[in-house]
């Protein structure tokens, strides 16, 4: 049996897919986690100052469970991986694009008075991505700018490869289903 040189090794790409999207999957649920502890301290976490990007954890049940249990299921449930690590995407770039929850002067930012725990970055008419020097501007946790950047950002970096591997192994599957077809199969005389 010949295989047409277009049609893919359906059980090649499963075989490296798989695997990729588990490894992806559990990376994303570190980076989710790790959000939820500034700093590596869960001090925020119990006082409740933690963004709600974070807090949604993304990166555990978009871009991991969902990612890693459709890995192991089917190539038509990879439709629903795909959902799942859109769905850390987008939330992960919104919490990049908002900043995070800190506590910050209010007095030079906005109108209200003193310090207060909020998005300090939200309303301002520059990137704070662009614009290092204004990362102080959280006073507390330490390093949150910087923390949230890199974990928002690894998010989206692991998520944007979940979706393509889930395209991948979509098309692989409607590939191997249409092309399956073309195996040269003999029917009985």
Request: with cysteine; net charge positive.
């Amino acid at each position: 049996m010949v295989r047409p040189p277009w049609t893919p090794a359906a059980g090649t790409c499963s075989r490296i897919v798989g695997p990729c999207l588990l490894v992806l999957g559990t990376l994303s649920m570190a980076a989710s986690i790790l959000l939820l502890f500034p700093g590596g301290a869960s001090k925020y976490l119990v006082e409740g100052h933690i963004s709600k990007h974070a807090k949604a954890v993304p990166g555990i049940w978009g871009g991991g469970i969902i990612v890693s249990t459709t890995a192991f299921i089917s190539a038509v449930l990879s439709k629903l991986a795909l959902l799942g690590a859109a769905a850390c995407f987008i939330f992960s770039g919104v919490g990049l694009t908002n900043g995070p929850l800190c506590f910050y002067n209010a007095s030079e930012h906005s109108h209200r008075h003193g310090t207060v725990w909020g998005y300090p970055f939200l309303d301002t008419d520059k990137n704070y991505l662009y614009d290092p020097r204004t990362w102080s501007t959280c006073l507390e946790p330490e390093g949150i700018v910087a923390w949230n950047v890199v974990l928002f950002s690894l998010l989206l970096l692991i998520s944007a490869a979940e979706m393509v591997l889930a395209s991948f192994q979509i098309l692989n599957g409607c590939l191997g289903c249409l092309c399956g077809f073309c195996d040269g199969k003999k029917s009985p005389p």
